[in-house]
């Protein structure tokens, strides 16, 4: 049976629930790991790996209390979060449970249009081959492993569903499948509202196809129509109910609505033109393959420039070719006759041309940055089944006893089988990815929820906005969805400079920011420090930054308390969070980075060494670096003692340095740093403990995180 092409349904509907367990099962194996660490878990469950997944969560726990803060920004209205709120209310398991494994179940779920893609083309083998590959591969695990909860989970089956629907829609001519199909992309794009770009490639592909193989076909113009429909930017419930309508019709009347087809499709066309559809796709396309380095603030008067977030989000930025293939099939050999192998399958079965837009977007992310990989995983997976069982029958020609032929048939596919899944699961293996964050920090966040009100503000780093909304149920100022150049340098300039300017601009920020919300013309843009300016009536923002200094500055009323998270791990992106506010506003150019470097050491005698070519002479305190030595200014112990208090020992060097050691005792972690970085907040209040007690008051000392509350 097997070496045959047809395989029983029966028996197939089997193997895809055996594809489909074993897809969940290969997830097991992060789960079998991170068990083995009680810091990563909470409320006696692993937690997620993924900052965006608390976003979403955030949004499934305010459905399910039945409330939420004005101005949260928390998503209840997204398909995610009302999906797991669902979940959580209809199955016996914890919600941590269940936003720990969804990604698992419903991520798995590729493996079933994947093998019916095969199924359809009457390729039953390439189908169970590529049901097995599909599930496991580099890419789609990282976006789909068990607490991966993210919109990943659905973001290629859906498609993928689509993509079935389209080439049957073509394979069976029956108009059952068009509004399959055409529900299908609307269910895609109320999941992922950037689903029209891959939408329209589908219509694109499908045009050209039918002009190409079977132009005269009217019934292949009624494809047209309802993808034509689908990707029109309008209400998706509007779209749906025109999409049974014109099902109706044309099932209804059959050939009587055949003359009516092509005066159908020009008037969906022209729908979505004038919807303004174009658009729609371009717009998303733009933000990945024509990215700037500075991305401008627009106000009436003022025209600032700040420091574009794209140019420090990796999987945003253009990719080895080595990655490249990697992540699509597991290795540069495997991503070779995978590609091959999609070449001849669409040459044997002309509609595999229609996946054409799936395998281009993947490709992009040559340039457009890893995480489109994923798009070309499922094509990728048929190409490389499709030679395998390709190769095994061409061998089997060559084999005159029947029995031996069959046998080459069955093993030739299995050894190929074998053989991709060998890298995929070695990457699965190594792949170790902590949780976001660890139990004790966790700690820090749910203390806080008991100390802060819902409409307070928590000023940190966009990296850690998702996880503390999540946790302490407050405010933050940016997330990460909410990190633009201009939204960020108020939150930068923060937490790098002294804290007087620090806590002005804390304030400020907040206030402006509520006052967006409720003046929702005072600043389309969200460039607050423009609106700031024009309030204090500056228009040079170097001055009005200077200003800042100032104890005395006047600042609005105080709304609402405001409070500082420290962590620890910003350490490590510290020099990143400086970008984006040290550069001219008025010209875009980035000033000169002062020099931070955080490292572990190694003591041999009188030096300190943080590297090969660097150390640290404590008998004449100077820094080696190269061939070159600088003196150092300031030499810092710093420690977290049992009293919960941040103690430091200051020990004066040279004062023409500009350098300055900070021993961390607490963490075994030295930091060498040039003075604009020593004096900023976040190196006072966390690495020092140093506050201004006029300005701050800790909250929460711990080695993890620190809390301070302002007082202004």
């Not at 949260?72 to 959580?88: G, N, V």
């Not at 309802?226 to 014109?246: G, Q």
């Not at 919807?275 to 106000?299: H, V």
Request: with cysteine; glycine share 6%.
């Amino acid at each position: 049976m097997w070496s045959e092409d047809k395989i029983p349904m029966r028996v197939y509907i089997g193997l895809i629930i055996l594809a489909y367990i074993f897809s969940i099962a290969i997830r097991y194996i992060w789960v079998h790991w991170a068990s083995g660490y009680p810091q990563f878990f909470w409320n006696g469950e692993l937690m997620i790996n993924t900052n965006d997944g608390y976003y979403w969560a955030e949004g499934a726990r305010d459905i399910l209390t039945g409330h939420h803060q004005p101005n949260d920004l928390s998503p209840i209205d997204y398909p995610i979060s009302i999906l797991t709120a669902f979940l959580a209310k209809i199955l016996p398991f914890k919600f941590e449970t269940i936003i720990l494994w969804m990604p698992a179940f419903f991520g798995s779920l590729l493996v079933v249009p994947v093998m019916m893609i095969a199924k359809t083309l009457g390729n039953d083998r390439v189908g169970v081959i590529a049901g097995f590959i599909v599930g496991i591969v580099w890419s789609y695990y990282n976006r789909t492993m068990t607490g991966y909860y993210d919109t990943d989970m659905l973001t290629i089956v859906l498609p993928t569903f689509a993509l079935w629907f389209l080439i049957l829609s073509f394979k069976s001519q029956k108009n059952r499948y068009l509004l399959l199909m055409a529900l299908t992309m609307l269910l895609y794009e109320w999941w992922y509202p950037s689903a029209r770009p891959l939408e329209m490639a589908f219509g694109g592909v499908a045009l050209v196809y039918t002009l190409i193989f079977d132009r005269k076909n009217i019934f292949n113009y009624k494809v047209l129509i309802f993808i034509a429909l689908a990707a029109t930017p309008v209400s998706i419930f509007i779209k749906s109910i025109l999409a049974v309508a014109i099902f109706i019709y044309f099932h209804f009347t059959k050939e009587k609505s055949d003359k009516f087809v092509l005066p159908i499709l020009a008037l969906s066309i022209l729908l979505f033109l004038l919807m303004g559809g174009i658009d729609m796709i371009l717009n998303p396309i733009k933000g990945y393959i024509f990215r700037e380095a500075i991305s401008d603030g627009a106000t009436d008067s003022l025209k600032l420039h700040y420091f574009a977030i794209a140019k420090t989000v990796r999987e945003a930025g253009s990719i080895p070719f080595e990655i490249f293939a990697d992540r699509i099939s597991g290795a540069i050999p495997l991503f070779i006759i995978s590609t091959a192998g999609y070449i001849l399958y669409a040459i044997k079965e002309r509609l595999m041309w229609l996946a054409l837009p799936m395998v281009g977007l993947g490709f992009i992310a040559m340039q457009g940055g890893l995480r489109f990989t994923v798009y070309a995983v499922p094509i990728c997976a048929l190409g490389f089944a499709y030679i395998a069982v390709w190769f095994g029958d061409k061998l089997a020609e060559y084999i005159s006893d029947e029995k031996k032929a069959k046998i080459v048939k069955i093993a030739t596919p299995l050894i190929a089988l074998t053989i991709s899944l060998y890298p995929n699961i070695e990457h699965i293996v190594t792949y170790k990815v902590p949780t976001v964050f660890k139990k004790d920090e966790v700690a820090v966040l749910d203390k806080l929820k008991s100390i802060a009100s819902r409409e307070d503000y928590v000023l940190t780093w966009w990296d850690y906005g998702y996880p503390i909304r999540y946790y302490s149920d407050v405010k933050t100022l940016i997330d990460g969805g909410k990190h633009t150049g201009m939204v960020n340098f108020p939150v930068s300039f923060a937490l790098t400079h002294n804290q007087v300017a620090s806590a002005n601009m804390a304030r400020l920020d907040v206030e402006y920011t509520e006052k967006a919300f409720k003046e929702k013309n005072v600043s389309q843009t969200e460039d607050y420090l423009a609106d700031m300016m024009k309030d204090y009536g500056y228009k040079d923002p170097a001055l009005f930054l200077a200003e800042l200094d100032n104890p005395n500055f006047k600042l609005p009323k105080k709304s609402r308390d405001v409070y500082y998270y420290l962590p620890y791990r910003m350490l490590n992106i510290f020099p990143t969070v400086n970008l984006f506010s040290n550069l001219d506003l008025t010209t875009g150019k980035e000033n000169k980075n002062p020099f931070f470097l955080a490292s572990r050491y190694v003591v041999r005698g009188k030096r300190v060494y943080l590297s090969r070519n660097l150390f640290i002479d404590q008998e004449d305190a100077t820094v080696h670096f190269g061939n070159n030595k600088y003196p150092v200014n300031t030499f810092v112990i710093s420690y977290v003692g049992k009293d919960g208090k941040v103690h430091s020992q200051i020990s004066k060097g040279d004062s023409r340095g500009n350098l300055y050691i900070i021993y961390l005792k607490s963490y075994g972690q030295i930091l060498i740093m040039e003075k604009p970085f020593f004096d900023s907040a976040y190196i006072q209040m966390f690495a020092l403990g140093r506050y201004d007690k006029n300005l701050f008051e800790p909250v929460i000392i711990t080695p993890y995180a620190m809390v301070y509350k302002l007082k202004k």
